[in-house]
């Protein structure tokens, strides 16, 4: 990603910070549940702790230049090669990229930006799934690749 910069070039759009682009991925998001009862803790408390997030895995990135519209992209998830979850780049908030347009306005309000070089993962085509030791898990997304990931 190349520096989305600071306030005085917000708000952003949808459109604005596609440019600021470099490539996509093909991602794995590893969660974790660390709450007993994580419904009890309120919003707040779990987007400042991002909840879930406990790392990802990355595959071979696509040029923007070279990318499909994300809005046709279909992501299929399989976990020991059976399919588990299916869906497209509209089911992220209607397109990845207001995700991150409302990231960028976020930073913005504080004087913050999101710098070259910077990984987001904008959001799930798929329903959190739950692993067992041993699992592997395949990420297909059409247009921009694969990525996999086995989990002792």
Do not use: Q
């Amino acid at each position: 990603m190349r520096r989305i910069s600071s306030a005085s070039d917000a708000p952003f759009t949808a459109d604005t910070v596609a440019e600021a682009i470099e490539a996509y991925l093909p991602a794995i998001e590893i969660v974790d549940d660390r709450y007993v009862k994580w419904e009890t803790m309120g919003a707040p408390t779990l987007v400042a702790d991002d909840f879930f997030a406990a790392g990802c895995v990355l595959g071979t990135p696509v040029a923007r230049s070279a990318a499909p519209d994300l809005l046709s992209v279909t992501g299929r998830a399989l976990i020991n090669g059976v399919e588990v979850g299916r869906g497209t780049g509209a089911d992220v908030l209607g397109h990845p990229h207001h995700a991150l347009a409302w990231l960028a306005n976020h930073l913005a309000e504080d004087d913050k930006s999101l710098r070259a070089g910077e990984i987001v993962l904008t959001g799930s085509l798929v329903k959190t799934i739950w692993l067992n030791a041993g699992d592997s898990v395949v990420m297909e997304l059409s247009g921009l690749g694969n990525v996999a990931a086995t989990f002792a």
